[in-house]
């Protein structure tokens, strides 16, 4: 069993910056796929940024550029800095995690899922 919590979430005017971070328990985390998620009032929740085992990554094409995923296996962390922010980046965001191998883009790729942190990004 994993367990995910996000924090690092909050208000910011457009251009700002964010950083979440996602601290799972579980001795295993280095094998772990994890991704991010965020979801948008009245939307379906979708894929922003994945990072497996390897330290190999993929993001949506609306936050190429601007966001970076990266792992601290360490410290059993996965954080998501986020610059030059847009109102639309407005969401929750949401941690998961995977123990099998797969592609990350997809929510039903994932087993362990957080409760979410708040990003709301003012015009």
């Known amino acids: 069993q994993v367990q995910l919590v996000e924090s690092g979430g909050g208000l910011v005017q457009a251009g700002g910056s964010l950083r979440l971070a996602c601290a799972a328990s579980?001795?295993?985390?280095?094998?772990?796929?994890m991704g991010w998620f965020r979801q948008a009032p009245g939307k379906e929740r979708e894929f922003v940024a994945v990072?497996?085992?390897?330290?190999?990554?993929t993001y949506v094409d609306s936050v190429k550029g601007r966001f970076t995923i990266s792992r601290d296996n360490a410290k059993n962390t996965v954080y998501l800095q986020m610059n030059s922010l847009k109102p639309e980046d407005t969401a929750v965001y949401y941690c998961?995690?995977?123990?099998?191998?797969?592609?990350?883009?997809?929510?039903?790729?994932?087993?362990?899922w957080g409760q979410g942190t708040q990003v709301t990004v003012s015009s």
């Open positions: 998961a995690a995977s123990g099998r191998v797969v592609t990350g883009w997809a929510k039903n790729d994932y087993d362990y």
């Open positions: 579980g001795r295993t985390f280095s094998w772990y796929v």
């Open positions: 990072i497996r085992w390897s330290g190999g990554s």
